[in-house]
């Protein structure tokens, strides 16, 4: 199983930028899925997570009306889309998903990381 991410880059402050993040392998279904990012000198913190079926979003208190986490089950696939960018916004990005391995039993993957820049 492996976690693909897309969509980083560099962007002016107020900008927008899409992450895109894509489960491959074998999985029998994905369970609770979010972003996570690092900045330097700081540890790594949860940016927003989704639950199974996209029922429940959460978001970290600084990205709250700028970001919006949403997931597409049939392709494996779950996106964040990062509005009003502001240069506290850089970071490495990380996708984060609990996968079922078998039925009954989930294993937690994380992505390589994509960059995000903002510059003032």
């Known amino acids: 199983v492996q976690l693909v991410e897309s969509g980083g880059g560099l962007v002016q402050a107020g900008g927008s930028l899409r992450l895109s993040c894509v489960v491959t392998?074998?999985?029998?279904?994905?369970?609770?899925m979010g972003w996570y990012r690092e900045a330097p000198g700081k540890q790594r913190e949860l940016v927003a997570q989704i639950t199974t079926g996209g029922m429940r979003t959460i978001y970290a208190d600084s990205v709250k009306g700028r970001f919006t986490i949403s997931r597409n089950d049939l392709a494996n696939a779950m996106d964040l889309q990062m509005n009003d960018l502001k240069p506290e916004d850089t970071a490495v990005y990380y996708c984060n998903a609990d996968v079922f391995i078998s039925r009954v039993a989930t294993q937690n993957y994380w992505g390589q990381g994509t960059q995000v820049t903002v510059s003032s």
């Open positions: 392998g074998r999985t029998f279904s994905l369970n609770n």
